[in-house]
């Protein structure tokens, strides 16, 4: 029964769908003319006006021109005769929600806005779309424009929201169910709404193919049923196949079987190829026609099965084995949702190929099965079905015999030769043919004709894919071979079953989404460094993720995902394309299409837009489309965004993923091994897997067969092009690669001679099993540092774990978790590690390798790893101006190699150059290795230098750019400048299509090429960067350029700051600004390995002396203007003005730039403080040159002022040093990636300089300029705020003036001494408490501890009269009063900084035993005689004399009892508490109450504990600022006596060693604890390991206390949480106890 809705009864309101659907479904004409009618827009109203002749002359032939005009006259008479009908149904147009046709045979039909153009209908039921959502009206109509107009008026294309209106069938039968159906409508309109939005249409799985990475999307439509066209194109029918609960298994498969063989049947006697697709909504299913519903199965071999055994059952004996060959298996056709999830059900789909010389003129008569009494039989009725239309029809079916007769008659006679015939020549015709030489496009596309995935033409790859299919991920294997940068990917389950999985199975990828990469424009480098760009791929989710629980991270329909993560994709997509991350041309985009694209609103198609408008073309976009077909849809959909021709030529669509996975991953490299072994502690190897590998970011790992078995030895010509390509780069000056080991020549590699010093020292065994070895290797630049220590490398590879550090700038914990990574990988937890020899090139300071040390022995502590031999042996290469100093501060560590050869390197390097000779024509090129050779030869240098700048000009952009290269290279290490941004420089294109490639930049710099090298750069990204090839060439050139062509520093200084296009954002541009700051800024300093301390960076010291301040001032104002926000640059400027120029107006006036631009720095704000007392010294010093000796009034209020000010600076530097350590602005953290953190201390020295500067500015004034006892004494009580300026008596008007200025500044000179006296506090803190972390910045300290002595002096000389003076006041006056003398008493101590425990700890003079009886006679006065009560602080101070008394002199008098000295120290106790702000007693207490007997617990143990958890809290409170840079220094350790004789001082085993130049290595390395005298002095101490892997002391038998011990490192104890028994040497230290060389008595 039809379900047709009728067309509207006036032809004239018919739109061409509607004409179409008319000609093919109602006059069962052929589909052609149909689609001739609607591409010719022939809509009601001009199909009113055609005539036959217009018909033909559209294409159509004359019959079927004929039957529509006929057919046409016919409607028209037949509206006319009932005009009654046609207003009702112009009245009744309504919208229906879609329904199945019930048993009653409803024909009210919903039809959907986005029904396709193409759609028809069968003939027992069609339906008639009024619009479609894809119309196109491309053509213009034939008629007259009034026609034409109309037409187009009829023609509009709905929209999402419209809703379709469908007039239901008129006939008089039907009437009653039409107002039911307008009844039921009108009920549910809310629903009709949702109901009636347009679906997306979607092309049908390719045909007759089984791997084709095509899938449904729930809820899109396919195209309608079709009838036979061209028997080549299959026809359709759909069957939505659902199965009610309980259906029976057979009831489902003879219904399966039965639609597929009537089909089957119907395909074969009409020849025409076909498909049956179930799961999809058919013509009474209630859904859509074509829906995309699915079917749910729960085994697809149930219905492979079934099918496969029902032939018998349907077809004769005689045509089995034909229908087996033209009917192909059920094919199971995955469904998405539409955010690309998969769905549980399937479409299930059989195609029918009735080849000729199958089926030949045969016809094919079935038996149908029927069900009869709850049994299915087989009919014993013949069915002859065909094609007829878009349904099949069984001719013998028709119960009219005559017709069916004749029906059959013609058939045979007539149709089916005819169809023969057709099928015949259809399959003769050559099919679509394949692209040739597609895959030598692909290898094109990917590599630029170089052949090999190398960086030579692509750097980086950006992968954009969608949802991939099981089959297919066998055959994308190269997705692992290439050099991806990111992944974009579209498949939210990727991580669970598609290609993220893939590829993490044996590559390492970061899973990141797009928002990720947002607002970062401000911090590049920091984003680089969080998601570990340039080193691990990173796999982007830009529609979410199915396997993650938060639903912010769902995937989303494409309406919605549009709205909410469009815009993030869009910035990735420019973040991507940004020249300081990917340059353009230097990364290939690549399309991989999977699955097919349909959906016009597909997120795929929104990403390659944004790539195609960010690239400006498809130049550097490749698409890999899995089938012809794909991409087709994928031209078609974006012909709005690019021209048809330009994507053909970017896209390879006829190659199948096989041939594409073997055509890449030919192109893969051939100079790596297959399979990279390391060394393991058993002497055998293990497999280094390459996701391991990378998971090592921060490490070169060189493997034991390094290079081996690579395929490019496979072929010997090729290798030796390969092998002299490697040669010329290193010998013209590149780094050196491992190749350069492994090739074999006639002369082996040279050895330098230090090579056998480095050996040595490296495998030289140590008394103390160090977790961490160092080794230094001090070098000139340019000598072979490098290249030695990779050569030791080299060597050394299957005696150690060899690593490279690849950026010394990377994080110093990560560092060390990938250190000890290796150390431990696939090794045997708590067996013997193989060591890692971890070679460090050029850290930027040399602390850092200390700082590192420290960063993986922590981790050995963490894991507790147990060694006996070093884990890790860190090889320091470093940069020195004078190496055989720098190793001298560490002669039992380091080696020097200097820029000289021995005769006997001279003698290797003249045989190496005659086989040099041999193999390469221009050797003379070869500068770096000649310079070598020739010794270094200044003679030498300077005749390459001139001959490759005899044509310099400065005017070209060759001459600037080798001028830029020289200045930096020579004053800033490592420096370079980015190819790209060289290339931009001299206006190099980057077009790629052209028949020569783009232009070189080699050959663009001409002869100047001969100087420059390209090297592989790691910061801030990872590209290929320009420098001059040897350090000496480009000193020797900034001297050329200077002496022969006038071009001295400051202009070529001035010429790069003025250049826009190296500050513009490309790739490199951080990295040069960096270099461009240090250039500028850096200065030298002796502890780093240079050879002074300067008081500017060398560039700008040396401008001053060659070209004079006023170029330095014209470089340093050019760079501010340039870096208007870097503050260290207007710091630097103030610093030439006050310490070189003294202009200190000019320099304030910098500084306050500075303090302005970084309010919260403590340097900057330190500067401002130099700069006022800079010109306070300066004015007093005139004064004193003019011989001055008395202050006017101005010259008073000026210096006071000045002073004032300074020290304002100075406190408030000291407050941002105290809050933040280092205050670190964004440029401070962008200009230098320091690690190891100094704690700065300017501001309190600039206090206490201002301080003495205020004394004398005080004696310049006469009533405080006497050497009279009164004068001292105001001046004294001035400055402590003790004194009222009113009561001196003035004589003259000079000193009512001066004191009058002085009265204004009172507040502030009143607190002098107490400020002075606290900075002074400070530094006898931070020198006694604590100990550099390593010995360069303790020589650095040393300096400053001598100027604090020599300030205090001066200090003491004001408020602490010495002991002579005071003798000699006691002859005056022999009988002081009680305060006074308690008053001398007190000043007596802080004359001998006895007054705190950091001066009383100070014992290293030769008087110190006679002077602590001294301190503690005094402190025994003070708390006999004072009238105060508690005294606290007094009464620590005296205790802890007591015990460095008995130290340093132990049968003095003066020692009280020990336990005189406990109970004091528990008056004090009882006194401040537990939560005290000081460290000082509960230090005491860690002493005095430490238990003499382990298995007995009393009142002092039980005191100690509670002191234990006091002095971490009140440590962290006083002093937990300077651990940022320094250790806890242990003032006591353990011995084996009693009483106070158990507490030994660090000094007295210093003195065991006071000839020993070693002494500090002894210490640093721990091997102080195995000497023989501290091993008689010390009491190892019994403890054991927590479940916290910390160390404990545990006391008691029956109660017991743990005490926690803070451990230096953990040493050789287990993983695992184990617990240990230890023993170890107790230290004492204001943190508490410390553990050493800690040992497992286990």
């Known amino acids: 029964m039809s379900r047709l809705c009728d067309l509207p009864d006036s032809l004239t309101k018919w739109t061409k769908e509607h004409v179409k659907d008319w000609v093919v479904g109602r006059l069962k004409l052929d589909q052609k003319c149909g689609d001739i009618l609607y591409n010719e827009d022939v809509c009601g109203v001009v199909l009113n006006e055609l005539t036959k002749a217009d018909i033909k002359e559209m294409g159509i032939k004359a019959g079927p021109a004929a039957v529509i005009i006929r057919k046409r006259d016919e409607f028209i008479k037949g509206s006319k005769l009932d005009p009654k009908l046609t207003a009702a149904a112009d009245d009744k147009q309504i919208t229906s929600k879609r329904s199945s046709s019930g048993a009653n045979g409803s024909d009210c039909k919903l039809v959907d806005s986005s029904e396709s153009k193409s759609q028809t209908s069968k003939t027992d039921s069609a339906e008639f779309p009024k619009n479609s959502v894809r119309q196109k009206c491309n053509r213009k109509n034939k008629k007259d424009k009034t026609d034409s107009d109309s037409s187009a008026t009829s023609c509009q294309v709905g929209t999402e929201t419209q809703v379709n209106?469908?007039?239901?069938?008129?006939?008089?039968?039907?009437?009653?169910?039409?107002?039911?159906?307008?009844?039921?409508?009108?009920?549910?309109?809310?629903?009709?709404?949702?109901?009636?939005?347009?679906?997306?249409?979607?092309?049908?799985?390719?045909?007759?193919?089984?791997?084709?990475?095509?899938?449904?999307?729930?809820?899109?439509?396919?195209?309608?049923?079709?009838?036979?066209?061209?028997?080549?194109?299959?026809?359709?029918?759909?069957?939505?196949?659902?199965?009610?609960?309980?259906?029976?298994?057979?009831?489902?498969?003879?219904?399966?079987?039965?639609?597929?063989?009537?089909?089957?049947?119907?395909?074969?006697?009409?020849?025409?190829?076909?498909?049956?697709?179930?799961?999809?909504?058919?013509?009474?299913?209630?859904?859509?026609?074509?829906?995309?519903?699915?079917?749910?199965?729960?085994?697809?071999?149930?219905?492979?099965?079934?099918?496969?055994n029902h032939f018998a059952h349907y077809f004769e004996k005689e045509d089995i084995p034909d229908a087996k060959s033209c009917i192909r298996p059920p094919r199971f056709v995955e469904i998405l949702s539409p955010n690309q999830t998969l769905s549980t059900k399937l479409i299930i789909e059989v195609d029918i190929i009735p080849n000729y010389r199958i089926c030949g003129s045969k016809l094919y008569h079935i038996h149908m099965m029927n069900k009869i009494n709850e049994k299915w039989?087989?009919?014993?009725?013949?069915?002859?079905?065909?094609?007829?239309?878009?349904?099949?029809?069984?001719?013998?079916?028709?119960?009219?015999?005559?017709?069916?007769?004749?029906?059959?008659?013609?058939?045979?006679?007539?149709?089916?030769?005819?169809?023969?015939?057709?099928?015949?020549?259809?399959?003769?015709?050559?099919?679509?043919?394949?692209?040739?030489?597609?895959?030598?496009?692909?290898?094109?596309?990917?590599?630029?004709?170089?052949?090999m995935m190398d960086t030579s033409y692509y750097q980086w790859y950006i992968l954009v894919t969608n949802k991939s299919q099981q089959n297919q991920i066998q055959s994308l294997e190269f997705l692992k071979e290439m050099n991806w940068f990111c992944v974009l990917e579209f498949d939210p389950e990727s991580v669970t079953n598609g290609l993220c999985k893939l590829y993490r199975e044996e590559r390492t990828a970061n899973l990141h989404f797009a928002s990720h990469f947002q607002d970062i424009d401000t911090a590049v480098s920091e984003k680089i460094e969080q998601l570990n760009l340039y080193t691990q791929t990173s796999w982007i989710f830009c529609n979410g993720r199915s396997d993650l629980d938060d639903q912010s991270y769902k995937p989303l329909l494409p309406k919605v995902w549009y709205k909410e993560r469009a815009a993030d994709v869009r910035k990735l997509v420019a973040f991507l394309c940004r020249p300081d991350i990917m340059p353009k041309g230097k990364f290939l985009v690549i399309f991989l299409l999977l699955s097919k694209v349909d959906d016009q609103r597909d997120p795929i198609l929104e990403t390659f837009c944004s790539f195609y408008q960010e690239l400006k073309g498809t130049e550097d976009i490749l698409c890999i489309c899995e089938s012809e077909q794909t991409f087709l849809r994928w031209k078609d959909l974006m012909l709005c965004t690019c021209e048809s021709q330009e994507l053909t030529e970017r896209c390879i669509s006829a190659l199948s993923f096989d041939e594409v996975n073997a055509t890449i991953l030919k192109l893969r490299s051939v100079t790596r091994s297959a399979r990279r072994f390391l060394p393991s502690a058993t002497s055998a190897s293990v497999i280094l897997q390459k996701k391991e590998e990378e998971l090592l970011t921060a490490l070169e790992v060189l493997c034991e067969n390094e290079c081996e078995g690579t395929e490019i030895e496979s072929d010997q010509n090729r290798f030796k092009e390969f092998q002299k390509s490697k040669e010329e780069q290193f010998y013209r000056g590149g780094k050196a690669s491992w190749w350069n080991f492994y090739f074999s020549t006639k002369v082996p590699f040279i050895k330098r001679d230090c090579y056998t010093d480095l050996d040595e020292m490296i495998n030289a065994k140590s008394p103390s099993a160090l977790c961490v070895k160092i080794a230094n290797l001090f070098h000139h630049p340019g000598c072979g540092g490098t290249t030695l220590a990779m050569h030791f490398l080299w060597e050394s590879r299957k005696k150690f774990r060899c690593a490279v550090l690849k950026n010394s700038k990377d994080d110093f914990e990560e560092i060390g978790k990938q250190v000890i990574h290796l150390v431990t990988y696939k090794e045997k937890t708590n067996s013997d590690y193989l060591p890692v020899l971890l070679l460090v090139d050029d850290f930027?300071?040399?602390?850092?390798?200390?700082?590192?040390?420290?960063?993986?022995?922590?981790?050995?502590?963490?894991?507790?790893?147990?060694?006996?031999?070093?884990?890790?042996?860190?090889?320091?290469?470093?940069?020195?101006?004078?190496?055989?100093?720098?190793?001298?501060?560490?002669?039992?560590?380091?080696?020097?190699?200097?820029?000289?050869?021995?005769?006997?390197?001279?003698?290797?390097?003249?045989?190496?150059?005659?086989?040099?000779?041999?193999?390469?024509?221009?050797p003379e090129n070869f500068y770096s290795f000649m310079i070598m050779k020739s010794n270094f030869d200044k003679k030498y240098i300077e005749d390459v230098v001139r001959n490759s700048l005899k044509d310099f000009n400065m005017a070209t952009k060759q001459g600037q750019l080798i001028s830029i290269l020289a200045l930096l290279n020579w004053y800033v290490?490592?420096?370079?400048?980015?190819?790209?941004?060289?290339?931009?420089?001299?206006?190099?294109?980057?077009?790629?299509?052209?028949?020569?490639?783009?232009?070189?930049?080699?050959?663009?710099?001409?002869?100047?090429?001969?100087?420059?090298?390209?090297?592989?750069?790691?910061?801030?990204?990872?590209?290929?960067?320009?420098?001059?090839?040897?350090?000496?060439?480009?000193?020797?050139?900034?001297?050329?350029?200077?002496?022969?062509?006038?071009?001295?520093?400051?202009?070529?200084?001035?010429?790069?700051?003025?250049?826009?296009?190296?500050?513009?954002?490309?790739?490199?541009?951080?990295?040069?600004?960096?270099?461009?700051?240090?250039?500028?800024?850096?200065?030298?300093?002796?502890?780093?390995?240079?050879?002074?301390?300067?008081?500017?960076?060398?560039?700008?010291?040396?401008?001053?002396?060659?070209?004079?301040?006023?170029?330095?001032?014209?470089?340093?104002?050019?760079?501010?203007?340039?870096?208007?926000?870097?503050?260290?640059?207007?710091?630097?400027?103030?610093?030439h003005y006050y310490l070189i120029v003294k202009d200190y107006d000019s320099a304030l006036n910098w500084a306050t730039k500075a303090k302005d631009q970084a309010k919260d720095n403590s340097y900057i704000t330190d500067t401002l403080g130099q700069v006022f007392k800079s010109k306070l010294?300066?004015?007093?010093?005139?004064?004193?040159?003019?011989?001055?000796?008395?202050?006017?009034?101005?010259?008073?209020?000026?210096?006071?002022?000045?002073?004032?000010?300074?020290?304002?600076?100075?406190?408030?530097?000291?407050?941002?040093?105290?809050?933040?350590?280092?205050?670190?602005?964004?440029?401070?953290?962008?200009?230098?990636?320091?690690?190891?953190?100094?704690?700065?201390?300017?501001?309190?020295?600039?206090?206490?300089?201002?301080?003495?500067?205020?004394?004398?500015?005080?004696?310049?004034?006469?009533?405080?300029?006497?050497?009279?006892?009164i004068s001292k004494m105001y001046l004294m009580h001035l400055l402590s705020g003790n004194m009222n300026l009113g009561h001196i008596e003035k004589t003259n008007s000079t000193d009512e003036e001066l004191c009058s200025v002085v009265e204004e500044y009172n507040r502030y000179l009143m607190n002098i001494q107490v400020t002075t006296k606290t900075a002074f506090e400070f530094f006898e803190d931070y020198f006694v408490h604590f100990k550099t972390k390593n010995i360069e910045r303790e020589i650095a300290e040393f300096k400053i501890r001598r100027k604090i002595s020599e300030c205090f002096s001066k200090y003491t000389e004001v408020f602490c009269p010495s002991q002579i003076e005071s003798r000699a006041a006691r002859k005056n006056k022999p009988k002081l009063s009680l305060p006074l003398e308690l008053e001398e008493c007190k000043k007596f101590l802080e004359f001998h900084k006895a007054d705190r425990f950091a001066g009383l700890l100070l014992t290293n003079n030769h008087d110190v035993g006679q002077r602590m009886e001294e301190i503690v006679s005094k402190y025994q006065f003070l708390l006999q005689n004072s009238t105060m009560k508690k005294l606290a602080r007094q009464r620590l101070n005296f205790i802890l004399a007591n015990i460095v008394l008995n130290s340093v002199k132990p049968k003095s008098k003066l020692i009280e009892p020990y336990d005189r000295l406990k109970v004091l120290l528990k008056e004090v106790l009882q006194d401040v508490g537990f939560d005290s702000g000081h460290v000082e007693p509960y230090f005491l207490a860690s002493l005095l109450f430490w238990p003499t007997k382990y298995n007995e617990i009393n009142d002092d143990s039980r005191l100690l504990l509670r002191c234990m958890t006091a002095v971490k809290q009140s440590f962290r409170g006083c002093y937990g600022r300077m651990g940022r840079s320094k250790h806890p220094v242990a003032h006591f350790y353990l011995g084996k006596k009693d009483g106070m004789n158990r507490f030994i001082q660090k000094a007295k085993i210093d003195r065991f060693f006071e000839k020993e130049e070693r002494r500090n290595t002894l210490w640093q390395s721990g091997e102080i604890w195995k000497e023989e005298k501290v091993k008689n002095l010390l009491l190892r101490v019994y403890g054991r390991t927590g479940e916290d892997n910390k160390v404990y002391v545990e006391f008691g038998s029956d109660e017991k206390i743990k005490i926690l011990v803070r451990p230096v490192y953990l040493g050789k104890l287990r993983s695992g949480l184990s617990i240990e028994k230890i023993s170890f040497y107790l230290g004492f230290s204001m943190d508490g106890p410390i553990a050493y060389d800690i040992e497992n008595t286990n």
């Open 165 to 308: 209106l469908v007039t239901c069938t008129k006939s008089e039968e039907n009437e009653t169910k039409e107002q039911n159906c307008s009844q039921q409508t009108s009920a549910n309109d809310a629903t009709i709404k949702l109901a009636t939005r347009s679906k997306t249409r979607c092309e049908t799985y390719p045909f007759d193919e089984r791997d084709a990475g095509t899938r449904y999307i729930q809820n899109y439509v396919l195209s309608p049923e079709t009838g036979p066209s061209n028997l080549i194109d299959p026809v359709h029918e759909f069957k939505l196949f659902t199965l009610t609960e309980g259906t029976p298994e057979e009831d489902m498969k003879k219904k399966f079987t039965n639609e597929v063989f009537r089909f089957s049947a119907a395909c074969m006697n009409s020849r025409t190829n076909g498909t049956i697709h179930f799961g999809v909504g058919d013509t009474k299913s209630g859904f859509e026609h074509g829906e995309i519903i699915g079917v749910s199965v729960d085994s697809t071999d149930k219905y492979v099965d079934c099918l496969h």
């Open 377 to 451: 039989v087989r009919s014993k009725e013949k069915c002859l079905f065909i094609r007829d239309g878009s349904s099949s029809r069984d001719i013998l079916g028709n119960k009219n015999i005559t017709e069916r007769e004749a029906e059959y008659r013609r058939l045979l006679r007539e149709t089916l030769s005819t169809l023969v015939e057709e099928r015949k020549i259809a399959e003769e015709k050559p099919q679509k043919k394949t692209k040739k030489q597609e895959g030598y496009k692909l290898v094109r596309m990917i590599t630029g004709g170089s052949g």
């Open 844 to 922: 930027e300071e040399f602390e850092n390798v200390h700082v590192l040390q420290n960063s993986i022995q922590s981790i050995v502590a963490e894991k507790g790893l147990r060694f006996e031999v070093p884990l890790v042996i860190i090889l320091n290469c470093m940069r020195s101006q004078d190496p055989v100093r720098s190793s001298k501060r560490n002669v039992l560590d380091s080696v020097a190699l200097k820029h000289k050869l021995s005769i006997k390197e001279q003698h290797l390097f003249e045989i190496k150059l005659q086989e040099i000779e041999e193999h390469h024509s221009k």
């Open 973 to 1135: 290490k490592d420096s370079s400048v980015s190819v790209s941004k060289c290339e931009e420089f001299l206006g190099l294109g980057q077009v790629k299509t052209s028949f020569w490639g783009p232009e070189k930049f080699e050959d663009v710099m001409d002869t100047y090429c001969n100087l420059l090298i390209r090297i592989e750069v790691e910061e801030y990204g990872r590209y290929e960067g320009i420098r001059i090839i040897h350090p000496l060439i480009a000193s020797r050139c900034l001297q050329e350029l200077n002496h022969s062509y006038n071009l001295p520093k400051s202009k070529i200084a001035l010429m790069l700051l003025s250049q826009n296009i190296f500050l513009q954002r490309s790739i490199g541009r951080e990295k040069l600004m960096q270099d461009t700051w240090c250039l500028l800024i850096t200065r030298q300093r002796k502890e780093h390995g240079d050879e002074a301390d300067t008081l500017f960076s060398p560039l700008i010291e040396a401008i001053q002396s060659e070209e004079g301040n006023y170029q330095v001032v014209n470089v340093l104002t050019e760079a501010s203007n340039r870096f208007d926000q870097n503050p260290f640059i207007s710091q630097v400027l103030a610093r």
């Open 1177 to 1269: 010294k300066y004015k007093m010093e005139c004064a004193e040159i003019a011989k001055q000796t008395v202050v006017t009034s101005e010259q008073l209020r000026e210096f006071l002022e000045l002073a004032q000010s300074a020290s304002a600076a100075f406190k408030e530097s000291q407050y941002l040093t105290e809050k933040k350590g280092e205050a670190r602005t964004e440029w401070k953290a962008q200009n230098s990636k320091r690690k190891y953190d100094v704690y700065n201390t300017s501001g309190y020295f600039g206090e206490i300089e201002v301080a003495l500067y205020v004394i004398d500015i005080l004696r310049m004034i006469p009533i405080f300029s006497g050497k009279d006892e």
